[in-house]
C-alpha cells in the first residue's frame, strides 16, 4: 500500500506523518440503473475478495467521483459519485450512487464520495471505516493537512473530519485505481443510467 493514515478515537482528527498512525443525507441510496446484473456483478466481484478483519461494525470504503466536462465547456457537464462498503461475510454490501444536480471539478466530486459514504456509513451504524482512495490529491489534503485555497475544499474537509470525529476509528489508504472499478462504475452509471436520482446537500 502507498501511504495511509489513521484516525482513532477524538473530538478531532489529529495526523501524525510517515506511517501515520493517529491516537485517537436523508436521501436514501436509489440506483440509477434498473438492470439488476450489474448489481449481481459488483456483488460477485465482492465475495470474490477478501475481508480485513470486518466485523458488522466496520467496513472496506471504495469511493470515487467522476467529472464529464461538456465539449468546449469546462465550466459544465455531468458528475456523480459511487460508494461500495465491503462488510463482514453473509452481510450485505453498502453502496452509495448518486448524480449531482451540478457539475464539479473531479477533485470535488471525490470530497463529496468520500463525504457521503461517511454519512451513509454512520446511518449504518458503522463505527470503523477504513477508506480508499486513489487520488493522491485528496490523500495529501486530508492526512497531510495541506493548505487549501478554495473555500469549497475547506468546508468539504471540515464536514468529512467531523464525520470522523464521530467515528472509533478512520484509516484512509491510497490505492491503485482498478481498486476504484466497483464506485467508478456506479459514478459512470449515474452519467448514463435512464434515470437519475437528484443530489441533495446534507
Avoid at 63 to 74: H, L, N, P, R, V
Avoid at 91 to 116: G, H, N, T, W
Avoid at 132 to 145: A, P, V
Amino acid at each position: 500500500m502507498e501511504g495511509q493514515a489513521a484516525f482513532c478515537d477524538g473530538s478531532s482528527a489529529s495526523l501524525v506523518r510517515g506511517e501515520m498512525k493517529l491516537e485517537e443525507d436523508e436521501e436514501e441510496f436509489r440506483s440509477c440503473c434498473e438492470d439488476e446484473e450489474v448489481w449481481k456483478e459488483i456483488e460477485e466481484i465482492v465475495k470474490e475478495e477478501p475481508k480485513e478483519d470486518l466485523d458488522e461494525f466496520s467496513v472496506n470504503m471504495f469511493f470515487k467521483g467522476m467529472s464529464i466536462a461538456e465539449d468546449g465547456d469546462s465550466c459544465s457537464g455531468f458528475s456523480g459519485i459511487g460508494v461500495v462498503m465491503e462488510r463482514t461475510e453473509h452481510v450485505p454490501v453498502i453502496q452509495v450512487q448518486k448524480k449531482l444536480d451540478f457539475y464539479v471539478e473531479e477533485s470535488v466530486a471525490d470530497y463529496l464520495a468520500l463525504m457521503d459514504g461517511l454519512a451513509e456509513a454512520m446511518q449504518n451504524n458503522i463505527r470503523r471505516v477504513y477508506a480508499f482512495t486513489d487520488s493522491e490529491l485528496l490523500y495529501g489534503q486530508i492526512t497531510n493537512e495541506e493548505k487549501l485555497e478554495v473555500p469549497l475544499l475547506i468546508a468539504l474537509r471540515q464536514r468529512i473530519l467531523e464525520h470522523v470525529s464521530n467515528l472509533e476509528a478512520f484509516i484512509l489508504k491510497l490505492s491503485p485505481s482498478f481498486d476504484l472499478e466497483r464506485p467508478l462504475r456506479l459514478a459512470q452509471c449515474n452519467q448514463f443510467g435512464k434515470h437519475h436520482p437528484e443530489y441533495f446537500n446534507a
